[in-house]
């Protein structure tokens, strides 16, 4: 790795003068596009790296489809349901004024049984509540109360979820006891569910395949074992308080607009823009050096991407120390062997449901093919490394909601599809490249079952695996959502704060405080932090 002390060979140097770095970010997702957004409007000169042609990282609109050029995809994140929460950095940085608009999803999720039962549940709770009381009035009771703990709990830990993890201020530590008291009667409820696993959770609270099953598709995408204690949070019930939207066009309209506000502040985003290392010297990070061999220098440094890949590949972590290095070695990313599969697709029509009584709206948001019985044995099967026959199947249609996302005049859809527990390692020496379009032809026959005709529909698709999503261990949540890794833990306790041991370097997004997810959170109290301010104070 280049120091300071010895200048880099076969690089351009870029030095200061009037036109001096103040920050670099290194990555373009939304949280270092958040982060980049708040410096610029405090003055600072930034400069933004992303080493893809388009900035967003898992939040991005793009065609990916080579059959059909004018669809749309949502290639990563899609939900937006934290940015719902006040003060909302769509708010703070006033995103509409570069173009973001959004969409409200109803209902917030549906299952769909294998016997043709369809359980949507409304953003209106009663509503909800009266969908449940049909297969169970118990089971009705026992969601309203669920629900109303966890959004409850939710409320009253905002105000340490929105500031510092470690340098909590008096005045937040004064709101959290004051909504404490307030909903004390349900944190005891909540504490509960929060330290439990997804398993013991639904097992305990509710009778019926079908309310199990809705809630369990969503808590099975945190990528940990739905076993595992600490895990027991499920986010539909929150959505109840604050709301299911997407922005207009795609999640790529939200990271647009972050970098066309920081432009606008006299900011800098740079695309295609690969770093190659950070330089070190004396004790403190000083510049990059790309891939093209461009050197940039700035008082301070800000990673935007995955703690291993920005401590251990763009920085030799022989200048850590011993104990950092250790916390990294132990940090646990993808240990459990579960992933991501996700297939984007081209349709000529609507998909049907022939069976199962309910319209579009019982579809559009997130629908559950598969019985939680199935999602936990695929998920033991993909820590063993194996695919199930018979896979537990997530899909969305988002353009039933936004047909921005379709050429003009098209009559076909966009299919969003996620199965349920995927490996990031094959048992006998298979090869995600090779069964990639296997795994997509055997979730499309599951989708077949429940709406007979739709493989006849499909135009192409673009499939990811495993291998595909850039981050350490393929991990889109860069470090594992473990209750030993969240708070002032997160993503290590050295770590914790944003702050690295390296002077001048810090570290944002899904892998810091407070936890991933399409919210801005992590990037903005990083900018408020490097620049001295207090934490954010939550208004929710």
């Known amino acids: 790795m280049a120091t300071l002390d010895r200048k880099p060979t076969n690089v351009t140097w870029s030095s200061g003068g009037s036109g001096s770095i103040d920050t670099i970010v290194i990555g373009g997702g939304h949280n270092g596009l958040t982060c980049a957004a708040y410096l610029a409007r405090a003055g600072k000169r930034v400069v933004v790296l992303e080493a893809?042609?388009?900035?967003?990282?898992?939040?991005?609109?793009?065609?990916?489809?080579?059959?059909?050029?004018?669809?749309?995809?949502?290639t990563g994140g899609i939900d937006h349901i934290f940015t719902n929460i006040a003060?909302?950095?769509?708010?703070?940085?006033?995103?509409?004024?570069?173009?973001?608009?959004?969409?409200?999803?109803?209902?917030?999720?549906?299952?769909?049984?294998?016997?043709?039962?369809?359980?949507?549940?409304?953003?209106?709770?009663?509503?909800?509540?009266?969908?449940?009381?049909?297969?169970?009035?118990?089971?009705?009771?026992?969601?309203?109360?669920?629900?109303?703990?966890?959004?409850d709990a939710i409320h009253v830990l905002t105000p340490y979820m929105l500031g510092h993890p470690t340098r909590v201020r008096p005045s937040d530590v004064a709101r959290v006891l004051g909504r404490a008291a307030k909903h004390r009667r349900s944190l005891g409820t909540a504490l509960r569910i929060l330290m439990s696993s997804t398993t013991a959770v639904l097992d305990e609270w509710f009778e019926r395949e079908e309310v199990r099953s809705a809630l369990g598709a969503y808590t099975s995408f945190t990528l940990t074992p739905i076993d595992a204690p600490g895990v027991g949070l499920t986010l539909v019930p929150i959505m109840h308080r604050w709301g299911l939207r997407r922005p207009v066009g795609g999640s790529g309209?939200?990271?647009?607009?972050?970098?066309?506000?920081?432009?606008?502040?006299?900011?800098?985003?740079?695309?295609?823009?690969?770093?190659?290392?950070?330089?070190?010297?004396?004790?403190?990070?000083?510049?990059?050096v790309l891939e093209s061999g461009e050197t940039l220098h700035a008082e301070h440094i800000v990673g935007a991407l995955d703690p291993a890949t920005l401590l251990t590949k763009l920085l030799d972590p022989a200048l850590l120390p011993s104990k950092v290095q250790g916390e990294l070695r132990g940090m646990q990313v993808g240990e459990h062997n579960l992933s991501c599969f996700k297939a984007d697709i081209?349709?000529?029509?609507?998909?049907?449901?022939?069976?199962?009584?309910?319209?579009?709206?019982?579809?559009?948001?997130?629908?559950?093919?598969?019985?939680?019985?199935?999602?936990?044995?695929?998920?033991?099967?993909?820590?063993?490394?194996?695919?199930?026959?018979?896979?537990?199947?997530?899909?969305?249609?988002?353009?039933?909601?936004?047909?921005?996302?379709?050429?003009p005049g098209s009559t076909g859809d966009s299919l969003y599809l996620y199965p349920i527990a995927t490996p990031?390692?094959?048992?006998?020496?298979?090869?995600?490249?090779?069964?990639?379009?296997?795994?997509?032809?055997?979730?499309?026959?599951?989708?077949?079952?429940?709406?007979?005709?739709?493989?006849?529909?499909?135009?192409?698709?673009?499939i990811r695996g495993p291998e595909d999503f850039g981050s350490h261990n393929g991990h889109i949540y860069h470090v594992d959502m473990l209750p030993w890794q969240f708070?002032?833990?997160?993503?290590?306790?050295?770590?914790?704060?944003?702050?690295?041991?390296?002077?001048?370097?810090?570290?944002?997004?899904?892998?810091?405080?407070?936890?991933?997810?399409?919210?801005?959170?992590?990037?903005?109290?990083?900018?408020?932090?490097l620049l001295g301010k207090p934490a954010m104070i939550t208004t929710a």
């Open 424 to 462: 990031r390692k094959l048992s006998g020496g298979r090869d995600w490249k090779v069964e990639k379009q296997r795994y997509l032809d055997r979730c499309l026959d599951v989708v077949e079952q429940y709406a007979p005709g739709t493989k006849d529909l499909v135009i192409g698709a673009n």
């Open 487 to 529: 708070g002032p833990w997160r993503p290590t306790p050295s770590l914790s704060g944003y702050r690295t041991p390296i002077e001048g370097l810090w570290h944002t997004a899904a892998g810091a405080h407070p936890v991933g997810g399409l919210a801005g959170w992590s990037g903005r109290t990083t900018a408020r932090t």
């Open 52 to 74: 893809l042609p388009t900035v967003g990282g898992y939040c991005t609109s793009e065609a990916t489809v080579a059959e059909a050029p004018g669809f749309l995809m949502n």
């Open 87 to 151: 003060p909302s950095v769509v708010d703070d940085l006033r995103l509409a004024r570069y173009g973001l608009r959004y969409v409200d999803i109803d209902p917030l999720a549906s299952y769909l049984g294998p016997d043709g039962a369809c359980l949507p549940l409304w953003r209106d709770l009663d509503r909800a509540c009266t969908e449940i009381a049909r297969f169970s009035p118990k089971d009705a009771r026992r969601y309203r109360e669920f629900s109303t703990a966890l959004a």
């Open 253 to 288: 309209a939200f990271t647009s607009a972050l970098a066309d506000c920081i432009r606008s502040h006299g900011g800098e985003v740079r695309t295609g823009a690969p770093v190659r290392e950070i330089v070190v010297g004396h004790g403190r990070a000083q510049a990059v």
């Open 346 to 407: 081209a349709l000529r029509g609507r998909p049907r449901f022939p069976n199962h009584g309910g319209g579009d709206e019982a579809v559009v948001a997130q629908a559950m093919l598969a019985t939680f019985s199935d999602v936990k044995l695929a998920t033991h099967q993909a820590m063993a490394g194996e695919l199930p026959d018979n896979p537990p199947v997530t899909l969305w249609t988002p353009t039933v909601f936004d047909r921005g996302l379709l050429p």
